[in-house]
């Protein structure tokens, strides 16, 4: 894979989550904070951009962000174990969470080694914790692209007409295209009935590079913080469109596709050759 910091940010990126760009004035004022020194390997993800949604994920574990250094929420540096401490067992102090809910935090470590941290999970709610990794980089060898239950289309060129084709093997209408969750339109169907119901999408791999969406409190400051496109998969050909379904369907929705003789991929063929 090419250089992790070009290939772990997930796209389109959510803008309210991004930092301002990184500089050593502040990560000068936030080793101050907590602290400690930060990994050299963070740090260069952190200058690419400055926090977010990642596209990477650890196998079996709930991890889709990485703060960044500011202001904002969410930041590496806004924590505080005061609350969570008689919860647990072991210290918090010299763990410095990048991900989590408040029940769960993904951490550096410094509790062994103040120099260079090992990166350990923890459960508050469970008052558990696991070692994942000896250093930064050994997690980032751990991470994976997350492609789920997701197939690929080549080649669409015209969406309304690929819709209309299933629309008519498959006897199902499209909902109105809903931008609102992911930034880029999604294209629903469904299959099922109200007590058992069973869904189709389609997703572009086009997407735009970033979103904020228009009730944000921020949205004029930030939405043209990244014009253009860019793609949810690189991997992926020009014009590529990502389908998935629920378990229910799926193989129904495959036979339409070979019937209007449409060609369906696993995602995971075209990320694992990389």
Not at 14 to 28: C, K, M, R, S
Not at 142 to 154: A, H, K, P, Q
Not at 166 to 187: C, E, I, K, N, R
């Amino acid at each position: 894979m090419k250089n992790i910091a070009d290939a772990i940010w997930r796209v389109p990126a959510y803008f309210p989550y991004l930092q301002p760009p990184l500089t050593d004035e502040a990560i000068a004022s936030a080793e101050k904070e907590i602290g400690y020194t930060l990994p050299t390997e963070l740090l260069e993800l952190l200058r690419k951009q400055n926090g977010g949604y990642i596209r990477m994920s650890l196998p079996d574990m709930v991890h889709s962000m990485i703060a960044g250094i500011g202001p904002h929420f969410p930041s590496l540096t806004n924590f505080d174990w005061e609350e969570c401490q008689e919860y647990v067992s072991y210290p918090l102090k010299g763990l410095v969470p990048f991900d989590g809910d408040g029940h769960w935090h993904l951490c550096l470590d410094y509790r062994k080694n103040s120099a260079n941290p090992s990166i350990t999970y923890i459960d508050v709610e469970r008052d558990d914790h696991t070692d994942i990794a000896s250093s930064f980089s050994g997690y980032l060898a751990l991470l994976r692209v997350d492609v789920g239950d997701e197939y690929v289309l080549e080649s669409v060129s015209d969406i309304e007409s690929l819709k209309s084709q299933l629309s008519s093997q498959l006897g199902v209408d499209f909902d109105p295209t809903d931008s609102w969750a992911h930034g880029y339109p999604v294209h629903r169907a469904s299959l099922g009935i109200a007590s058992e119901p069973e869904w189709l999408w389609l997703s572009p791999n086009t997407v735009p590079r970033g979103f904020v969406r228009m009730e944000d409190p921020r949205y004029e400051e930030l939405k043209e913080l990244m014009p253009g496109d860019g793609f949810l998969y690189p991997e992926l050909a020009e014009g590529s469109y990502l389908l998935s379904t629920t378990d229910g369907v799926r193989a129904k929705v495959f036979d339409a596709c070979a019937k209007l003789q449409i060609a369906v991929r696993p995602l995971r063929e075209y990320v694992d050759a990389t």
